[in-house]
């Protein structure tokens, strides 16, 4: 319905099969943000750019029909002049934070519903004096007027509102079906058709809502105060949104984390199952980072903060599903198209049926107008509208709780699609946290000093690399008690390794490629590093110009749960590939673990894209990496999923999906979620397609009354609502609560 869709085409308009994109605020602009709680509907949104585009000083507009929220853009202009034209559309601009999150919806007056149950009696008191011998002629009339002049005001005013604007929403439609019925003398039948449809739009408002803000119950979670250090050193409970980043907040067991920051005294256990959807708590130490949203289950612990209240990767994630919630998502693009088409179409054959009917069936006048205006209440496709926004917003929500964080309503519906999932190997598949597990030189004569400046030169290198390889060499050095030394000219050889200058002497610390790129791989060489190849571990070799001088070998285990997801994924018929740079033999034996279908090695990052270019031209390929070191790759794939995104804001804002912690059972969850979504959209577009042509049957034949329209149309706006909520109930592994997550999600698109 008008009030509640979010992109409703029988809004018409020349907007109506747009969606709102933001649009980039000029250099030196100021920002005014307002909700509009009657701004849900593109026929809103046209009014309102035609209202303010013609204000001085505004420059741009921004819409999110979904949390209901304009952002105006303007240099100098009067914000009592930009509400005053808003007013005077007939809606109520709230000003909000413009630093605040984007749905932060204020605590709504509950809506009275006697004076809906007095006119619903009432109406049903026009029916039975209609029917009844005994009524005088004129009591229907009065009785179906009051009942109207109860509920029925508004729709009238917005109707009226539509018309004068020349589109065809739904408040236009019931507003000249209603009036049609009054002027035919069907007043009883009026009544009840406004009450039914009055009744249907609170219902149906409470349903939509329960949708809008299903993640935004997430929030609540945070508590209000937190326990903050003052200056002197004593403890006292301040507001969360007024604590700064760096204070120390004392957190006790049993209570909740308010802030995002970093331990600095205490070992709790956490449950971050808002963050991460895993509710086993996680043990935590000193340096570790803690999430608001977070239960404290077990120890009191302080911490340092590292973000502002409304900066929490809580509130990012929150922020980042209601932007998705107002992206479109194919099939709804589709239904806006349609529904296009639909509604002037059928105003039209109403418009001829009141005309013709009389001509060509020798019927009366007043029964072709009748049936005229039953089809102008089957020409609103509300139930079609309203069925795509609610079905993906619950999905959207769904997933967000359980910790999968997607982008947009397109990559969940592209979910069901997927034919491959292509995998990185360091950190995705294996745990990701790799240790040196052997060393020698490879120079003739070594003696302990010369061994141990191989090392400081090898961990010197390492140190000024991000790589999980590197890592570990520098790690293993450092707790060897080995000091690392200046590296000048340093550069990454993206692919292979570094190199750099080490009292000035140029070294290089590299892969096996890169070795056989420098033309120093000998027989005996190569057969030391297929061997430890063959055992799984990475191996990287120190040189310099002339000569290899060490060798070193890093091995990642497989983590515990890879091999469950891959195999997961192979029951729903996605076929996998390992796209890594180590070595062929070491990606191998994991693949063999893991399970995976096929596996490639020794590739650079334009490798993985060239790859994940040739599977998409024969199918749809996902990608899943560390959202960094894999950009190229998951920017090709269909769907790019970022592991482990809770640490890493550039994964939260790139990322097509996010897994918030690293646990790869997510992704067929992710493949369950998406096809249960899809098998939900088409229920409701067939229901509500179906609904509609049986009815346009009816009202032809003459079998189909205006208020068992008005019911069926509003009953299948109910039912989609319904059947698109059932998405909520959908969870992921981790949550206690849930013995069979995959259970739940096959129920929803049963």
Request: charged fraction near 20%; aromatic fraction near 4%; include cysteine.
């Amino acid at each position: 319905m008008s009030r509640h869709c979010v992109s409703d085409p029988c809004c018409g308009g020349k907007h109506a099969n747009t969606v709102s994109q933001a649009t980039p605020a000029p250099p030196g602009s100021d920002t005014l943000r307002l909700r509009i709680q009657e701004m849900d509907c593109p026929t809103e949104e046209a009014l309102l750019r035609k209202a303010l585009g013609k204000e001085e000083g505004v420059t741009a507009l921004d819409f999110d029909l979904m949390a209901r929220v304009l952002t105006v853009h303007h240099q100098g202009a009067d914000r009592e002049t930009l509400e005053a034209s808003i007013r005077r559309l007939g809606m109520t601009p709230e000003p909000l934070d413009t630093q605040g999150t984007q749905g932060e919806a204020p605590q709504q007056p509950r809506e009275r519903w006697w004076p809906l149950i007095l006119a619903a009696l009432i109406a049903l008191g026009a029916e039975l004096a209609a029917w009844g011998d005994f009524a005088t002629p004129w009591a229907p009339a009065l009785l179906a007027l009051s009942a109207i002049a109860m509920v029925g005001l508004p729709t009238w005013r917005k109707g009226m509102v539509a018309l004068r604007h020349r589109t065809l929403n739904i408040n236009a439609l019931m507003s000249v079906a209603v009036t049609g019925a009054l002027l035919i003398g069907h007043w009883a039948e009026a009544a009840m058709v406004i009450v039914l449809f009055t009744l249907a739009e609170r219902i149906e408002a409470r349903s939509l809502d329960r949708a809008r803000h299903a993640i935004r119950e997430l929030l609540a979670l945070t508590p209000q105060q937190a326990r903050v250090q003052q200056p002197d050193g004593k403890w006292r409970d301040m507001e969360a949104d007024q604590i700064t980043i760096g204070s120390l907040v004392r957190v006790r067991a049993g209570e909740r984390v308010a802030l995002d920051g970093e331990i600095t005294r205490g070992h709790p256990a956490l449950d971050e199952s808002p963050i991460t959807g895993e509710s086993l708590p996680h043990d935590k130490t000193p340096g570790d980072t803690v999430f608001a949203g977070s239960i404290n289950r077990h120890g009191e612990f302080d911490y340092r903060t590292s973000r502002l209240a409304n900066d929490t990767t809580l509130a990012r994630i929150i922020h980042a599903v209601e932007q998705a919630q107002a992206s479109r998502a194919p099939t709804q693009r589709f239904v806006d198209r349609f529904s296009a088409i639909y509604t002037p179409a059928v105003f039209a054959l109403a418009i001829a049926t009141a005309l013709l009917w009389p001509l060509l069936f020798a019927g009366a006048w007043l029964d072709g107008v009748y049936r005229a205006l039953v089809l102008l209440v089957i020409a609103c496709p509300c139930a079609l509208v309203i069925s795509t926004p609610v079905t993906i917003v619950s999905g959207l929500s769904a997933a967000a709780r359980g910790g999968i964080l997607i982008k947009g309503g397109s990559f969940l519906e592209q979910g069901h699609r997927l034919d491959w999932l292509a995998f990185d190997k360091t950190g995705t598949l294996t745990q990701g946290q790799p240790r040196q597990r052997h060393w020698q030189a490879l120079v003739s004569d070594a003696d302990e000093a010369t061994e141990s400046r191989l090392r400081q030169w090898a961990a010197s290198l390492a140190g000024r690399s991000n790589h999980p390889v590197s890592r570990a060499i520098h790690e293993a050095a450092e707790q060897d008690g080995i000091d690392l030394t200046e590296v000048d000219a340093f550069h990454e050889l993206p692919g292979r390794g570094v190199q750099g200058d080490i009292q000035a002497r140029t070294l290089w610390l590299g892969n096996h490629r890169l070795v056989e790129e420098r033309g120093l791989c000998t027989p005996d060489l190569e057969a030391q590093l297929e061997t430890w190849e063959h055992r799984g571990h990475s191996v990287v070799v120190l040189g310099d110009e002339h000569r290899v001088l060490a060798l070193f070998t890093v091995a990642d285990p497989l983590k515990v749960t890879s091999a469950e997801a891959i195999e997961a994924l192979h029951q729903l018929g996605v076929k996998t590939l390992l796209l890594s740079g180590d070595n062929a033999a070491s990606v191998a034996t994991i693949s063999r673990e893991a399970g995976i279908d096929e596996a490639r090695g020794l590739l650079l990052p334009e490798d993985k894209l060239a790859a994940i270019e040739d599977r998409a031209r024969r199918g749809t390929i996902g990608m899943v990496g560390d959202g960094i070191n894999d950009a190229p790759a998951l920017a090709r794939a269909d769907i790019g999923f970022a592991m482990g995104a809770a640490g890493s804001d550039t994964a939260i804002e790139t990322a097509d999906v996010a897994l918030m912690d690293d646990d790869l059972r997510k992704l067929p969850t992710f493949v369950r979620l998406s096809r249960a979504t899809r098998s939900v959209l088409i229920q409701n577009i067939a229901f509500a397609i179906g609904i509609k042509v049986v009815f346009l049957a009816l009202a032809f034949t003459g079998h189909a009354t205006l208020w068992m329209a008005v019911f069926a149309d509003m009953g299948a706006s109910l039912l989609v609502v319904a059947n698109g909520l059932r998405l909520l109930r959908t969870t992921t592994p981790g949550h206690s609560h849930q013995a069979n997550p995959s259970a739940a999600v096959a129920s929803a698109g049963s």
